[in-house]
């Protein structure tokens, strides 16, 4: 069945620092991709998606870009905030959405 | 313009009990998702209604049961509850129809806790 496995957190940055989270997918046929991001005590929020391969994602000055050849679709942001501090969800939707475990990111001024 | 609405925020019941948690859709939209939320873990998806029927459903027990209403709006039902229940149980909405690779939108969730 469809998958998504991310890159394990914690991650802990200074602020103005380049971000990567990884992420990789397995599924059948074209799903979309997204990020998902969740603040303390919130649910998530929609940060970027993709619904096909080389399309290219953008929000708020993070970017993923949907590659089927090597079925990632992974997060990078040039220069992170201290608001930027949260959890990020890469999922993958098909006949219903699934997400992987979650990467904690923590930007320190 | 209202985005999900999930009720009650907090809710603290015992093992055994009965609990059942409410969403109200955003406007506009048609389909409703529910997932669980372990803590440090990613949401698992439970199941998802549209036109008042389940459509999908996940790897979850029958004990896990919903209901969509006319008006779109949607109950998770869990019945016997177990302490492996505790989670944050969260509800999406989309303007998806059938079968749809359209976003989610999520509410701030119902903290279920089981003593």
């Known amino acids: 069945g469809n998958s998504v496995t991310q890159m394990e957190g914690p991650v802990t940055l200074s602020e103005e620092a380049f971000l990567t989270i990884n992420c990789t997918y397995t599924a059948t046929g074209y799903p979309s991709l997204f990020w998902y991001v969740q603040y303390p005590g919130e649910g998530l929020q929609l940060l970027l998606k993709?619904?096909?391969?080389?399309d290219k994602g953008s929000n708020k000055g993070f970017e993923a870009t949907y590659r089927k050849e090597t079925t990632s679709f992974h997060l990078e942001k040039g220069s992170v905030q201290v608001s930027d501090s949260a959890v990020y969800f890469c999922?993958?939707?098909?006949?219903?959405?699934?997400f992987g475990a979650g990467t904690r990111l923590t930007v320190k001024p | 313009d209202a985005g999900v609405t999930q009720s009650p925020t907090h809710l603290i019941k015992t093992r055994g009990q009965q609990v059942t948690l409410r969403c109200s859709p955003k406007?506009?939209?048609?389909?409703v998702s529910w997932y669980q939320q372990a803590l440090g873990q990613g949401p698992q998806f439970i199941f998802q209604?549209?036109?008042?029927?389940?459509?999908q459903r996940g790897n979850f027990p029958d004990r896990f049961s919903g209901h969509q209403f006319p008006n779109y709006s949607s109950e998770l039902n869990v019945n016997a509850l177990l302490l492996g229940d505790s989670a944050l149980y969260l509800c999406a909405s989309s303007a998806s129809g059938q079968y749809s690779n359209q976003p989610q939108h999520f509410g701030d969730g119902t903290r279920l806790s089981i003593l």
């Open positions: 999922a993958l939707s098909g006949n219903d959405m699934r």
């Open positions: 993709a619904t096909k391969a080389d």
């Open positions: 209604y549209y036109e008042e029927e389940e459509r």
């Open positions: 406007s506009g939209h048609d389909t």
